[in-house]
């Protein structure tokens, strides 16, 4: 392998992992609101059960005989009451796979308590699983977004109905949802094995308890390890999905080998197997391959050099960079990687925060005929403010396009002020007052696209240029 080669290989493979190390970090987040859900059920499921057994035994303890005996005598209205509201609430919600656990578990015509208790347990598990449902849906639609435009180089964004198709294709025979109801029935079951042998073995209400807060854990500890597994599955999908819409035909595995690493992964590695894009299934020929998987999806080295690297028919040289009245010179062609125009967005970003902003805004405002007070809101949305974004409250990453727009705006003249660089300022306004109105940063950004395309734009002017 030749060094150029190596090097890009190099690249990909860390492109990949950056990718990794952004779900690793979105994974705590998860994991935090998973340990606290599971958490407040077990701890109302335990109250339900010193409550029942505090009211029908004697002593704390009761035998599984004594049990159904003594609770066949005891009025059971408000239990039906109950079990008639988490019908009606179901149906409500269209929650047919809730309805279906609620019919197998309610047998009103010889219903004793310990039936409805169960009841009530399977109603309970129900709304947790409705939670997790949205709570997964969130995470995988964030990651899919996220490992799309990350894939590649260059601006990308899923539409919502290729983003819906990625997230809800099942892996190993199940989708995340049919995942998340599979581990709550197991934990349903759990659960009524925990409260049927404790009074068959005539165990104390504290020990039922610490029994009923231990398949709680395991549930949860399950539960993160689907997120940790459909984590892997979306971003190889989407990451699959932004090679072929560039027009790629290859893959290959990209596997992190440390102390680790699983011999099922390891063996991929060794194989190094070349593979077809239109062939990829997520469990066969593509991660993960087992639960908590982290192995990768990277092109084919040759033939991403082949589509992004290919400069031989316009070679960059340093006179680009002061050519003129435009210098953005950097683009796909010289900079594949991307990784100039990285830098001096960084660079440029820190610069602007670090200049006087009255006269940064003044400016500006002079050169575009922009209020002072409308590019003041524009400087502190696009350098300055912090949004809940996918990475978390953060702000907006630094664009190479943006920084270049910037740029000939607030140069002294204005002289070389581009049509796409006014977009960008109507962009900016609108989207930060769409969002200061209530709306999230996806939402406004689409919103205002329709009136003002930022990028569109930019792509129109690179094109007249040569550059795409």
């Known amino acids: 392998m030749t060094k150029k080669k190596q090097a890009h290989l190099d690249y990909w493979r860390a492109r990949s992992e950056a990718i990794f190390r952004y779900v690793d970090q979105t994974d705590l987040d998860v994991f935090a609101e998973l340990s606290k859900l599971y958490t407040e059920q077990a701890v109302a499921m335990q109250k339900d059960l010193y409550q029942f057994v505090l009211t029908y035994a004697e002593n704390g303890q009761m035998s599984y005989r004594e049990a159904l005996e003594r609770l066949r005598k005891v009025d059971l209205s408000d239990y039906q ?149 459909d984590g892997t599955a979306i971003v190889n999908r989407a990451a699959i999905q932004r090679y072929k819409d560039a027009g790629l035909t290859y893959y290959r595995d990209s596997v992190h080998l440390d102390e680790r690493t699983t011999a099922i992964c390891r063996e991929v590695a060794r194989k190094n197997e070349l593979k077809r894009i239109d062939e990829m299934v997520i469990g066969v020929n593509a991660a993960p391959y087992h639960y908590n998987c982290r192995t990768a999806v990277i092109p084919e080295v040759d033939e991403s050099d082949e589509r992004l690297d290919n400069t031989s028919d316009k070679v960059y040289n340093e006179t680009m960079k002061s050519s003129g009245a435009v210098y953005g010179a950097w683009n796909d062609r010289n900079d594949p990687y991307s990784k100039e125009r990285d830098r001096h967005a960084e660079m440029y970003y820190e610069q602007v925060r670090n200049r006087d902003k009255t006269l940064e805004i003044a400016r500006v405002a002079r050169n575009s005929s922009f209020s002072q007070s409308e590019i003041e809101k ?14 978390g409250i953060q702000r907006f990453d630094p664009s190479y396009d943006m920084a270049e727009s910037w740029r000939r705006l607030s140069e002294l003249a204005g002289k070389n002020i581009q049509s796409h660089d006014i977009i960008m300022l109507h962009h900016e306004l609108g989207e930060y007052l769409l969002m200061q109105s209530g709306l999230s940063y996806e939402e406004a950004h689409a919103k205002i696209n329709q009136d003002y395309n930022y990028y569109e734009a930019l792509k129109a002017w690179q094109r007249k240029r040569g550059d795409l």
């Open 81 to 229: 009451e109950n079990a008639k509201r988490y019908f009606e609430q179901a149906k409500e919600e269209k929650d047919l796979e809730l309805l279906e656990r609620l019919n197998e578990q309610y047998v009103a015509a010889r219903a004793n308590r310990m039936d409805l208790l169960h009841l009530e347990m399977t109603y309970r598990l129900g709304r947790l699983s409705r939670t997790l449902q949205g709570t997964f849906e969130t995470y995988l639609k964030k990651t899919a977004k996220y490992a799309y435009r990350k894939a590649m180089v260059g601006s990308a964004s899923l539409d919502d109905v290729l983003l819906k198709a990625l997230v809800e294709t099942p892996f190993d025979g199940q989708n995340y949802s049919q995942q998340l109801w599979a581990n709550t029935d197991k934990l349903a079951k759990d659960l009524r094995d925990v409260l049927k042998c404790g009074f068959i073995r005539g165990d104390s209400v504290k020990t039922m308890a610490q029994d009923i807060a231990n398949k709680y854990n395991i549930a949860r500890s399950r539960a993160q390890t689907l997120i940790r597994t």
């Open 378 to 391: 524009i400087y502190n949305h696009v350098f300055i403010n912090e949004y809940n974004l996918h990475g």
